[in-house]
Nanobody, 120 residues
Framework: VQLQASGGGLVQPGGSLRLSCAASGSIFSINDMGWYRQAPGNERELVAAITSGGGTNYADSVKGRFTISRDNAKKMMYLRMNSLRPEDTAVYYC???????????????WGQGTLVTVSS
């Protein structure tokens, strides 16, 4: 099982980006998914999370600016980021709780990270 994050880049303050996370491999089901970020010198923090049923929660710092979504049929997760600020600069990681098959317990998987830089 692999998670592949993409969509990062350099954007000016006030701009927008959309991150994508693709899950691949032998997957029976995907439970909760989420986006985390880690800025230099900081700990990794939860940005947004989404359940298999579409329930969401957000860090206070991104509420109203970021939107998390998923496409269960395509095994994809997205993060739409609007009104970006310099303090949003970080490596963004996708995370998923995945069940590979019926007898195997749910396991935690991470993508490789995609860098978002917000700067003029």
């Amino acid at each position: 099982v692999q998670l592949q994050a993409s969509g990062g880049g350099l954007v000016q303050p006030g701009g927008s980006l959309r991150l994508s996370c693709a899950a691949s491999g032998s997957i029976f089901s995907i439970n909760d998914m989420g986006w985390y970020r880690q800025a230099p010198g900081n700990e990794r923090e939860l940005v947004a999370a989404i359940t298999s049923g579409g329930g969401t929660n957000y860090a206070d710092s991104v509420k109203g600016r970021f939107t998390i979504s998923r496409d269960n049929a395509k095994k994809m997760m997205y993060l739409r980021m609007n009104s970006l600020r310099p303090e949003d600069t970080a490596v963004y990681y996708c995370n998923a709780h995945i069940k590979r098959s019926l007898p195997v317990p749910v396991q935690d998987y991470w993508g490789q990270g995609t860098l978002v830089t917000v700067s003029s």
